[in-house]
């Protein structure tokens, strides 16, 4: 059994409390929370649940579904400037999350039934290849019948006591699911405005804060079926870009200083500014490539000179009157 976490993007600039993949969303209007990226194993689903911030969060869908087929496109308002930030609901043109919810999944029906009539299409070419050429019917091209679709849902869950709101563990549902690497997966949370004070430890006269921050981060459990068997473990922190995707978090000192001076989580990670910043970071962390490299170059220039001389003494037989009146007839000239 493998275990994957899939980080939404965070802030990730230079405060503290922003470095645990957290994000911000305004608790006087509703909004929406979005990332996409690829699997990065093959398996089957074993476990699929989710953590959240439940007094922000209301609903939460992970989809095998690119970004486009939820209709989750600078077009229709839902691209955010910085992937860390939430898209506020009526900004987007949408009454309600009700109505974007409808909005995203009616997109993705229309995307499942494109899906359904090409796949026709394709089976009755395999077919048609198979019945013609049934020596090399293995040869013919697998076909995914299950298309986009929405894999999990989770519903927020707290209980009020004394008068305050506590988190708890959301009810998960989910259907099966047989992945591939590199298959593209979205995921969008649903976020509630607030109208009731949170949990005791703000004191005896909590009020509701005009930001909260929360995660939507899903945390799968899976199968690769790999012989000999093999466990994997491992994070990702995903943008709203299914290519762009940061891992390896205990060395990603480049990424937290590029996030820095972005202000947040980039993007853009093979922009001329942050290569720039990656090679100083690395320079930074390894003092000695700078005199190392001019050893390196000064020896190269000794070392070509070198050989040009091998080559004008081989080339005059070892005359060196003649190489050296060759050598002055250059300078010479």
């Not at 939460?60 to 930030?85: C, D, R, V, W």
């Not at 009526?90 to 009616?106: H, Q, R, S, T, Y």
Request: hydrophobic letters at 40%; glycine letters at 6%; a negative charge.
């Amino acid at each position: 059994m493998s275990f994957h976490n899939f980080a939404g993007p965070g802030y990730l600039d230079e405060k503290q409390s922003s470095l645990v993949f957290n994000h911000q969303v305004p608790t006087d209007v509703e909004s929406v929370f979005w990332y996409s990226g690829r699997m990065h194993h093959s398996g089957t689903l074993l476990r699929l649940k989710q953590h959240a911030h439940n007094i922000i969060y209301k609903e939460s869908i992970f989809f095998a579904a690119t970004p486009a087929q939820l209709g989750l496109t600078k077009e229709n308002k839902l691209m955010p400037t910085h992937p860390y930030q939430v898209v506020r609901t009526k900004e987007a043109g949408f009454a309600n999350n009700v109505e974007l919810k409808k909005f995203i999944l009616e997109r993705l029906k229309k995307s499942h039934d494109n899906f359904d009539a090409h796949s026709a299409t394709r089976r009755s070419l395999r077919t048609a290849h198979n019945a013609s050429n049934t020596e090399h019917a293995t040869t013919a091209p697998h076909v995914d019948d299950h298309g986009p679709r929405a894999i999990c849902q989770a519903i927020n869950s707290f209980e009020h006591i004394d008068g305050y709101m506590y988190d708890r563990r959301e009810p998960t549902c989910c259907v099966p699911w047989e992945f591939t690497k590199g298959e593209i997966f979205t995921v969008v949370g649903f976020n509630k405005i607030v109208t009731e004070k949170g949990a005791a430890y703000q004191g005896a006269h909590p009020y509701i804060a005009p930001i909260i921050v929360g995660h939507i981060n899903w945390w799968i459990s899976y199968d690769t079926h790999e012989v000999p068997e093999k466990s994997h473990f491992s994070l990702i922190q995903y943008t709203n870009n299914p290519d762009v995707q940061f891992e390896d978090f205990a060395n990603m000192h480049e990424d937290k200083l590029m996030f820095l001076l972005n202000g947040g989580t980039s993007l853009d990670p093979e922009s001329t500014q942050y290569k720039m910043f990656r090679h100083a970071v690395y320079v930074y962390q390894h003092p000695l490539v700078v005199p190392l490299f001019v050893v390196f170059c000064v020896l190269s220039v000794r070392i070509i000179l070198y050989l040009r001389k091998a080559c004008l003494f081989v080339m005059y037989e070892g005359n060196e009157a003649e190489m050296m009146g060759l050598t002055v007839h250059h300078a010479q000239d």
